[in-house]
């Protein structure tokens, strides 16, 4: 297990070099920084002062080590719309994101396991014909559709849920809703796949040939197996839900690390949307390491498999 871990550190810290690379980059992948800030109005001698101010006239390796050194003491520079530091602002903005991803992540981990293994227990029932209709319902609905149909049911027409806000339990309902229903469908269905699956194999049949109940058959044997690429996909929903939060930060009004990233992208501020890029990078990373940790321990076959 250990050989096993290491091995995994060591793919995460390499795409964590490369994603801090790539985010240092972007800066100047659209020209001169300086330029840019300067503005359409700014001279020559203006871009040359911002050069020197930010530091863009030093050779690009030492801009890039001084940049990544910042970074892992969580100094990114001070932000150009905001003018506070952007580790300040992540700080703020980020944690709104990720409790709403982690609660939209439970939620949907809570009804899309229970659903998808009756329907792959059940096959062709009407569990199972619900399952697929939900997951169906729920991957056809776009977010914002979904979260501008919830506003009008319970904000506009019953006025039981506040509209916008991220401020009492009440304001969680509606934003965690949305992000669950998108995450749900993917899960529903290859929970349902790997359980149909995993009750056909041979110590399947070996285990009810000996009498074992059925209950346990598929709670103890068959759930543990079915769980390990659901694991996976939980890790990846999961970085897909804090990555995509814009659009339902934007609809709910909730200030979050979504809606930093869209202000920033059109204010063009470029240190927070370096940070951005990096933090929500290093987090879908971390995810999804610790899937491959969990898949590790549900399966000890994974850990030999490199």
Known sequence: MIHYLLRRLLVSLLLIAFVSLISFALVFASGNPAARLAGEAGTAADAANLMTQYGFDQPIVMQYLKWLGGAFRGHFGDSLYFHRPVGELLAQHFALTARLGAMAMLLALAVAIPLGVAAGRWKGSWVDKLALTLASLGQAMPPFCLAFLLIIVFSVQRTWLPASGFDTWRHYLMPTATLAVFAMPAIIRLMRSEM?????????????????????????????????????????????????????????AINGAGQLAWISILRGDFPTIQALILVFSLFYIVLTMCADIANGWLDPRVRTQG
């Open 196 to 252: 149909d699956t995993v009750l056909r194999s041979d110590y399947i049949r070996t285990a009810r040939a000996m009498g074992l109940v059925e209950r346990k058959v598929v709670l103890k044997y068959a759930l543990r197996n079915a769980l390990r690429p659901t694991v996976s996909l939980a890790a990846a929903q999961m970085g897909a839900l804090l990555a995509g939060s814009v659009v339902v930060e934007t609809v709910f």
